[in-house]
């Protein structure tokens, strides 16, 4: 809620209100201080794009209006003011945030603009991740890079309510007004004559017995403290001595590890075990149960849950996909493609350019696999795992076990790495399902060859691009998307929109699908009439909204056809793009890219530059790569690994609006960049007779450290503005089509599906299907180096 606040007393510290005079603004929010023994406060806002220099006009596309990100943050903002900060006994500041953490270092940040407006050190800001809270309705969804977009004003009201909160009981306590007195990074006011008193000794005080709403004021942009600093992850120590703690870490009582074994072909179902006195007779083992997805091991041991796993012998149901290959799916995409819009009769001289590629399934390769712990009892259920809609999960969660919504806890576990596929809760749900059958709690853990073998994938698509020339002008631009269905049955993370989404015959999730990609997707070029469009089919895999959702392949397919463009018309790639930018950021960081990376330079044959463009999440970004495509480097050799063509040099600049931690956006921008190149280059999913053979990491070829650039450069721009933009997924699009797009001039061949490896001989034996996973590795010493 947004109100005209008054200019007096701004209870600001002297550093920033000296900071804040002159050309920056104020906005004034209504927030509350929370009645209760200490302190507790709770907590507007977008912009609008411009147009650009060469090129036919093309009218604004939806999302260039009225993006993904705008939707997200309006319909998290009515229960915004339930976001909640508490001042702690030592002066310390806690805030439960409702969202995921899967790596992407929000904590982080959202402990940097706490600490920014308390005028508090970091290390005393504590973030956790908030449990299942059905009030957060439509805010508690964890995607499309927009936590902090959505929450950044919300929680920043709310750290000002709460500090006003302590001025006012300092100025009781000291004798003073609030104007006279200041705060001072450590937590502390102080009052003109020298006398100091702690947030600490006021956290009582500045409690209230019933809920009170008060004005605060914000300059638009924070003083720059905390926020615009570098900082390391609050959590960068714990993650790499092994101390942070994922799901499978946590110790709750009598949770044992858990397995499934599960059937050959994707989705396949359980018939029936031939020896399930024998299993539950093995070592360690305490409890088996039989499940339509599989048959659930219990053990003292993960190594005794993997024994168990393999000696299942049991009879499966086929899944809805068993006898289907890459070529079989691939057909039937193709027969589904709608005609590309008519175009009107055009000028005689009026030239096309039409390009198709193909896309293979994908597969998130996440470090951290599906994993939860559950304990479900006969009137309640605690479940624990990293999960991006929890309450979706909380309801169907009540629902598979037959209990009230009110009597499942469900708690948010931070989650290594998730790329989309946490939105889903699979594991969680299977994990109540199992301890609900055996009746003790267990510690569920997907195996990496049920990952990839049954997890959530990227669909496969194709994508048809038709241009249209009169002269050297570009006057239409067409791309239609095929895809396998993208499954957003998660819904906004609530359980109504849920169950929207899962409506019958799938019209629900189309819904769902073609909204995303309508707030989405755009051409960032005049290119005259401009029209995109989706066509979902085939509801039979398991997929998720991967990182990007539908950018990068939409991205490197239109890329590619900019280079054949700018051929066909005698321009250089680079001053195409240039001259056709929609956006002044876009025309910005394209500059940056060309500048930094020595764009034009002269190259060897079988080596060459590629340069693209996106622009999403409020931001902008360009990618500037040089790849080598020469015999030594394409067919040099590596123990047990894919090689082929290496990118060696990256330059990447990224327009993310107000940046709360750089080294953060740098850090999100590396892991976006190593995505690019795998999409590109080398990371699929081959399926074939009904299931996929990849089964782990060490045959799904995500960018290994050979194929990493030597060199990568990552430039963050200046930017006015008062918001901050999305950063998890932003280095993704940009870098695939640069890459796309430097093969194709390297190898004067310009690519027709990805990644560009998939279709050649598989470089793996893969493991076996029956049983599903393979025995656990003894070696692991002897491969270490």
């Known amino acids: 809620m947004t109100i005209t606040g008054p200019t007096g007393a701004t209870g600001l510290g002297q550093d920033q209100a000296a900071a804040t005079e002159g050309t920056i603004g104020r906005r004034g929010f209504l927030g509350f201080v929370l009645g209760g023994a200490t302190l507790v406060a709770a907590a507007p806002f ?18 260039e209006i009225y993006d993904l990100n705008d939707f997200l943050t309006h319909i998290a903002l009515p229960t915004s003011q339930l976001v909640t900060i508490t001042i ?16 992407q270092g929000i904590t982080t940040s959202t402990a940097m603009i706490i600490a920014e407006e308390l005028d508090l050190p970091l290390e005393k800001v504590r973030v956790s991740l908030a449990p299942a809270r059905p009030e957060l309705l439509f805010n508690q969804l964890t995607g499309g890079s927009n936590t902090t977009i959505s929450t950044y004003t919300p929680v920043r009201v709310a750290a000002a309510v709460a500090r006003g909160a302590l001025l006012d009981a300092a100025a009781r306590l000291l004798g003073d007004n609030v104007d006279q007195l200041v705060t001072k990074a450590g937590g502390i006011v102080e009052a003109p004559d020298g006398r100091q008193v702690t947030y600490a000794e006021l956290t009582v005080d500045a409690a209230v017995t019933q809920d009170r709403a008060v004005e605060v004021q914000l300059p638009d942009r924070p003083a720059g403290r905390v926020v615009g600093t570098p900082q390391n992850r609050v959590d960068a120590r714990d993650a790499v001595t092994g101390r942070k703690q994922y799901a499978t870490d946590l110790q709750v009582e ?34 088996v149960a039989e499940l339509d997805f599989g048959v659930a091991i219990r053990a003292r041991t993960f190594g005794q849950c993997i024994d168990a796993v393999r000696a299942v012998e049991a009879q499966w149901a086929d899944g809805p996909v068993a006898g289907e290959s890459d070529e079989t799916v691939l057909r039937g995409l193709q027969a589904s493609q709608l005609p590309l819009p008519r175009l009107p009769s055009l000028p005689l001289l009026a030239r096309t350019i039409n390009h198709d590629v193909t896309f293979y399934f994908r ?12 304990d479900v009892r006969s009137d309640r259920a605690e479940i624990w795992s990293a999960l991006k809609s929890p309450v979706v999960a909380q309801a169907a969660i009540a629902e598979a076990v037959g209990l009230p919504v009110d009597e499942v806890t469900v708690n948010v576990v931070q989650g290594g790495g998730s790329f989309g596929r946490r939105l889903f809760f699979d594991g969680a749900l299977e994990a109540a399902r199992i301890s609900k059958a055996m009746g003790v709690p267990v510690k569920l853990m997907w195996h990496r060859a049920d990952d990839a073998r049954a997890g959530r994938v990227h669909p496969m698509c194709t994508s048809r691009i038709r241009t249209v020339l009169v002269g050297d002008e570009v006057v239409a631009f067409q791309q239609s998307l095929t895809s396998i269905e993208t499954d957003f049955r998660h819904g906004l993370g609530d359980a109504l929109t849920a169950f929207a989404a899962d409506l019958p015959t799938g019209l629900g999730n189309l819904g769902f699908s073609e909204t995303v990609f309508l707030l989405t997707q755009e051409v960032p070029y005049d290119f005259g009439a401009v029209v995109q469009t989706l066509m979902e089919v085939d509801q039979r ?61 002269a190259m060897e044959p079988g080596t060459a530059q590629g340069i693209a463009i996106h622009k999403e999440y409020k931001g902008a970004t360009a990618c500037l790569v040089e790849i080598d495509c020469r015999p030594e480097t394409v067919g040099r050799e590596v123990r047990d690994a894919v090689t082929g063509p290496r990118v060696t040099k990256v330059v990447f600049a990224v327009d993310a609006g107000l940046v709360i931690n750089p080294r953060g956006l740098e850090a999100q921008m590396q892991g976006g960049i190593n995505d690019g190149i795998a999409l590109a280059l080398t990371s699929s999913l081959h399926l074939r007779d009904g299931h996929f053979l990849e089964a782990s990491w060490d045959n799904y070829f995500y960018t290994r450290q050979w194929n990493t650039p030597p060199q990568v450069e990552v430039h963050v721009m200046p930017s006015d503005s008062p918001q901050p933009g999305g950063a998890g997924e932003a280095g993704v699009a940009a870098t695939f089509a640069a890459v796309a797009c430097a093969y194709a001039r390297a190898t004067g061949t310009t690519p027709t599906h990805f990644p560009i490896n998939h279709r050649e001989p598989l470089a793996f034996e893969p493991k076996p299907f029956v049983p599903p996973i393979p025995p656990s590795p003894t070696n692991g010493l002897r491969l270490t180096y």
Not at 48 to 62: F, H, K
Not at 266 to 283: C, E, F, I, K
Not at 363 to 374: E, G, I, W
């Open 88 to 103: 702690d006994d030592d002066g310390g500041a806690s805030f439960a945030l409702p969202r995921a953490e899967v790596g």
């Open 541 to 601: 895999f398991n997929t998720g909204s991967m990182r990007n959702i539908y950018s990068p392949d939409v991205r490197a397919a239109s890329e590619l056809v900019v280079d054949r463009i700018a051929a066909t018309v005698s321009k250089d790639p680079y001053e195409f793009r240039r001259s056709h930018a929609r956006s002044p950021r876009v025309a910005a960081v394209l500059d940056k890219v060309a500048e930094e990376g020595g764009w034009g330079r």
């Open 46 to 63: 977008l912009e609008a794009p411009p147009a650009a220099a060469d090129g036919i006009p093309t009218v604004p596309q939806p999302a």
């Open 254 to 287: 009598n949770a044992w590890p858990t397995m499934v074994c599960r059937a050959p072909t994707l989705n396949g179902t359980l018939r029936s075990v031939d020896n399930l006195d024998a299993v539950r007779g093995m070592p360690g083992v305490s409890h």
């Open 363 to 374: 597969s998130n390769s996440p470090m951290d696999t599906n994993s939860a712990v559950a």
